[in-house]
T-cell receptor, first 111, second 113 residues
């Protein structure tokens, strides 16, 4: 699985959009970009994934650059409950190998 | 919504005790996983299962065993608990074709004294 690089921490005001970047310059053609988050003392939560097109679901949007070397997770209207560590992972979609979380980005949403 | 439940949120056991952690999922997922998560070490895979009665070792299986008698249920067993098994234990499940999309339970924080 390709390695990813994320900022250690970010701040966001409640109600504003949170834009979390991820670099994955060694991504392979068959690898997808996945985002998970983990709220303190809870299990990780799947957010979204994509291959090359932008994706949106009820939680977030995922923007992947044309060269696929980086992506941005967008939480359109951040709330206090979005405070969590956000992990960007790149891997193939199938299979049952482990998820490898890096250090992630600690997003703090403030009132 | 996918629901993955774990038998306990917090557990305190003594060294040498046999410990059972149970996980149940309600989405008919073929794959189930047991991880442990420790500060600075991230998520580490202990065992996974891709079908009833099937199991595969993950990265750190020593000191653990698993059981999958029914599709929805995956148990992790600590045969003789030791203090270095104090950790957060996380269960997850996924479809066979969607291993990248795993749904996690709330976790069990185990303290071994």
């Amino acid at each position: 699985d390709a390695k990813t690089t994320q900022p250690t921490s970010m701040d966001c005001a409640e109600g504003r959009a949170a834009n979390l970047p991820c670099n994955h310059s060694t991504i392979s053609g068959n690898e997808y970009v996945y985002w998970y988050r983990q709220i303190h003392s809870q299990g990780p939560q799947y957010i979204i994934h994509g291959l090359k097109n932008n994706e949106t679901n009820e939680m977030a949007s995922l923007i992947i650059t044309e060269d696929r070397k980086s992506s941005t997770l967008i939480l359109p209207h951040a709330t206090l409950r979005d405070t969590a560590v956000y992990y960007c992972i790149v891997r193939v979609v199938e299979g049952y190998s482990t998820l490898t979380f890096g250090k992630g980005t600690m997003l703090l949403v403030s009132p | 919504d996918v629901k993955v439940t774990q038998s306990s949120r917090y557990l305190v056991k003594r060294t040498g005790e046999k410990v059972f952690l149970e996980c149940v999922q309600d989405m008919d997922h073929e794959n189930m996983f047991w991880y442990r998560q420790d500060p600075g070490l991230g998520l580490r895979l202990i065992y996974f299962s891709y079908d009833v009665k099937m199991k595969e070792k993950g990265d750190i299986p020593e000191g653990y065993s698993v059981s999958r008698e029914k599709k929805e249920r995956f148990s992790l067993i600590l045969e003789s608990a030791s203090t270095n098994q104090t950790s957060m234990y996380l269960c997850a499940s996924s479809f066979i074709s969607g291993g990248g999309t795993q749904y996690f339970g709330p976790g069990t924080r185990l303290l071994v004294l």
